[in-house]
């Protein structure tokens, strides 16, 4: 059975959960034209390349027909640097907007509960 080029990498892009659009702009494209990669059976290698390298997924396991291991080297190496984790008050604060805004949310959507039980 013939492999379908576009699902292969849709599949890849939302199992590492990178943003379509995030995509897109890294791409130089707009979205529709991700969707249309997506929908499309056969894709030229520079694009699944491209997509590989951008969401840092190495596809020469998908498609060892167009692809060797060093065509995603940069991948690799982009591992071995250093990880920059979240402070623990950055991520407080991060967590006390979200709690704020939520409860705001919330107040907001009651008042309107209220105003239209009046009408």
């Not at 791409?27 to 059976?41: A, D, E, H, M």
């Not at 995603?72 to 250093?82: G, R």
């Not at 409860?103 to 209220?114: A, G, H, M, V």
């Amino acid at each position: 059975m013939e492999k379908h080029h576009g699902q292969i990498v849709e599949y890849r892009v939302r199992k590492n959960a990178y943003c379509i659009s995030d995509l897109a702009k890294a791409c130089n494209i707009n979205r529709r034209s991700v969707y249309n990669w997506f929908n499309s059976k056969r894709l030229k290698e520079e694009i699944i390349l491209r997509i590989g390298l951008t969401i840092k997924h190495d596809f020469s396991h998908e498609f060892p027909e167009f692809f060797h291991r060093d065509d995603f080297k940069s991948i690799y190496q982009m591992q071995d640097a250093p990880v920059i984790y979240i402070s623990n008050f950055a991520q407080s604060q991060n967590d006390f907007w979200k709690e704020k805004y939520l409860r705001l949310l919330q107040e907001f959507n009651d008042l309107i509960l209220q105003d239209r039980a009046y009408l």
